[in-house]
C-alpha cells in the first residue's frame, strides 16, 4: 500500500509539473499568426493544460486499479484504504474535469484569433454582390448554383431544422440540472411515500430526456452530415483549402475531446451537438465572408459567441432506486409483545423492493395478540372482504422464508403460508397464485410505431413484450406496477402525439378462501 501511495503521489505531481520544452516547441496552427505572441502563448498554455490532463487521466486510471486490487482483498484494513483511495479519486476526478473547462475557453479563444484573422484575409468572390444585406446564406445566387439542386435542397432542409436540434439541446440540460437536484432530494428524503413520489418525478424526467437525445442525435446527425458536406464542396470548388484545412483542424480537436470526455458524460447527443455546432458556424462564416455578406458575418460572430451557451459536461448521474424494506426475523416471547397499549401494527406494503412474510391466518374479526403463540413481529391486514389477515416476520429471500414455515408448523400453527410482496404486489407463493395477480398493459392505437417509440418501449418496458394486433393496434404486456405502466405510456405518447395510448388494467378471476 506504501508503494502504491508513493506512486499516485508522484504522478499526481507529474501532472501539475510544467513541461517548458514541450512548450517551446509549439508551432501554429494557422500559417501568418506565428508573431502573434498572444496567440502563440495561448497555444502554449493549451499544450500544458493538454498534458497536465493526460497526466491527471493516469493518475485516475493508477487509483481505478488499486482500488480494484483492494476490492480482492480479504486485509482487514480494506475499507480504510478504499475510502482514502475514494477520496483521492474524487479529488482527482474534480480536478480534471476543472482543467478541461479551462482548456474548452482557451480553445474558444484561440479560434476566434485564428477565424478573425482568416476571415480579415479572404478575398470576396466576384459577382456575389446581390444579397449583402441578407443575414442569411442561402438567398444567394452563387451559392445555389455552385450546389446541385439535391445538395442545395438538402442544405435549406438542414437550416430549417437546426432550430429543433437546439431546441432538443436545451431541453435536455434543463431536465438534466432537474434530474440532478431531485436525484439529491431522494438520496435525503427519509420517508418511502415521499421517495417515491420524488422518483416518479425523476422517472418522468429520465424518460424526457431519453426522447430528447433520441431526437436530438437524429435531427443534428443528419443537419451536420448535410450541412458540412455542402459547405466542403462549395469551398473545394472554389479552391479554398486552406479554410478546409482549418475546418478539419477544428474536427481533430473535437475529437480529441470527445475522447477525453466520454468517460463522463451523460449525453453523447448533446456533446457532439455543442462540440460540433461550432464547426458550422466556422465553414459559415468562411462561406459568408467569400460571399461578402457583412449582414451574415454579423449574425454568425453572434451565434459562434453564444454557442458555448449549453454545457454538455455533464457528468454521469448513476440512479439507483432506493429500498425502504425493513427485514426483521422471527422471534418467540414467552409472552406476546403486543396488547392493547402496544397493538398489533398495520401490515407495511412497500412500493419498491421484496419482503417474504409467514401468514398465520385470515379471521372475521380482530384476534387477541394471545393466540399467536409469542410470535413476533406481528403485522395485521384489513382485507377489502372486511376480514383480517395476520402475518409475521419480514424475510430477504424465499429460502429464510421456507425455513420459517417450518419452524411455525413445529410451533403449531396449523397452515403458515408464504407470502410475497414484490414492488407492492402481493403473491401467496404457497398457494400458487403467480398467475392470479392483477397484471396491466398498454395499448395502443391509432397508428405504426416509429423506430423512437420502439426504443422507449425497449429500454423502460425491459422483460414485457410488444405485439401487434392489428396494421394500427399494439399491446405492450405485461407489467406488475401500473404506475411503471402509465410512465412507459406517457413516454409513449410524448415520443408521438398523433398516438391513442391507453394503460389496461388485466384483473385476475375472483377465488375464496378458507377462513381459519
Do not use: H
Request: net charge negative; glycine share 4%.
Amino acid at each position: 500500500m506504501i508503494k502504491s501511495k508513493i506512486t499516485i503521489a508522484s504522478l499526481m505531481f507529474a501532472a501539475f509539473s510544467i513541461v517548458e520544452s514541450a512548450a517551446q516547441d509549439i508551432l501554429p496552427r494557422v500559417a501568418g499568426l506565428e508573431g502573434d505572441k498572444a496567440y502563440m502563448e495561448l497555444l502554449r498554455s493549451d499544450e500544458k493544460m493538454r498534458q497536465q490532463t493526460d497526466s491527471l487521466q493516469g493518475v485516475v486510471r493508477e487509483i481505478r486499479m488499486e482500488m480494484s486490487k483492494n476490492n480482492e482483498s480479504k486485509d482487514e484494513n480494506f475499507q480504510a484504504r478504499a475510502d482514502s483511495l475514494f477520496v483521492v479519486l474524487s479529488n482527482t476526478e474534480n480536478a480534471v474535469y476543472a482543467l478541461r473547462t479551462k482548456r474548452v475557453k482557451l480553445i474558444d479563444q484561440i479560434s476566434t484569433i485564428e477565424q478573425n484573422y482568416v476571415l480579415s484575409n479572404v478575398g470576396n468572390i466576384g459577382g456575389a454582390q446581390s444579397a449583402q444585406g441578407s443575414k442569411s446564406l442561402f438567398n444567394n445566387s452563387y451559392l445555389k448554383e455552385s450546389l446541385n439542386p439535391e445538395d442545395y435542397k438538402l442544405l435549406l432542409d438542414a437550416n430549417k431544422k437546426e432550430a429543433k436540434a437546439f431546441e432538443y439541446a436545451q431541453t435536455y440540460v434543463r431536465n438534466y440540472s432537474k434530474i440532478k437536484n431531485l436525484y439529491d432530494q431522494y438520496l435525503m428524503e427519509q420517508e418511502e411515500a415521499e421517495a417515491e413520489k420524488i422518483y416518479a418525478e425523476l422517472s418522468e424526467a429520465m424518460a424526457e430526456n431519453l426522447i430528447s437525445e433520441r431526437m436530438l442525435g437524429d435531427s443534428w446527425n443528419e443537419v451536420f452530415d448535410n450541412k458540412n458536406y455542402a459547405y466542403s464542396y462549395f469551398l473545394e470548388k472554389e479552391n479554398r483549402i486552406d479554410l478546409l484545412e482549418l475546418a478539419e483542424g477544428m474536427m481533430n480537436d473535437v475529437q480529441q475531446e470527445k475522447l477525453s470526455a466520454m468517460e463522463n458524460c451523460m449525453s453523447e447527443s448533446v456533446m457532439n451537438y455543442c462540440l460540433q455546432k461550432p464547426i458550422a458556424l466556422t465553414y459559415e462564416l468562411y462561406v459568408a465572408k467569400l460571399l461578402n455578406l457583412p449582414a451574415a458575418i454579423d449574425s454568425l460572430t453572434i451565434a459562434a459567441r453564444n454557442v458555448r451557451s449549453i454545457d454538455y459536461r455533464m457528468p454521469l448521474i448513476d440512479i439507483e432506486r432506493r429500498s425502504f424494506v425493513n427485514y426483521e426475523p422471527i422471534e418467540f416471547n414467552s409472552r406476546s409483545p403486543y396488547n392493547s397499549t402496544n397493538p398489533i401494527p398495520d401490515n407495511v406494503v412497500y412500493e419498491y423492493g421484496t419482503i417474504y412474510r409467514i401468514l398465520v391466518g385470515t379471521f372475521k374479526y380482530r384476534q387477541q395478540p394471545s393466540i399467536f403463540r409469542g410470535a413476533s413481529p406481528l403485522y395485521v391486514e384489513a382485507r377489502e372482504d372486511g376480514r383480517f389477515s395476520y402475518y409475521v416476520g419480514g424475510l430477504r429471500t424465499r429460502d429464510e422464508a421456507e425455513s420459517a414455515m417450518e419452524v411455525m408448523k413445529k410451533k403449531g400453527f396449523r397452515d403458515p403460508q408464504i407470502v410475497e410482496w414484490c414492488d407492492g404486489i402481493k403473491t401467496n407463493l404457497s398457494k400458487e397464485e403467480d398467475g392470479e395477480r392483477i397484471t396491466y398493459r398498454i395499448s395502443i392505437t391509432n397508428g405504426s410505431l416509429s423506430d423512437m417509440v420502439r426504443e422507449v418501449i425497449s429500454t423502460m418496458a425491459e422483460g414485457c413484450q410488444l405485439s401487434r394486433l392489428a396494421e394500427d393496434n399494439f399491446l405492450v404486456s405485461s407489467f406488475a406496477s401500473r404506475a411503471v405502466a402509465e410512465r412507459v405510456a406517457n413516454a409513449i405518447s410524448k415520443c408521438d402525439e398523433t398516438l391513442k395510448v391507453e394503460v389496461q388494467e388485466v384483473k385476475p378471476e375472483p377465488q375464496s378462501e378458507e377462513e381459519e
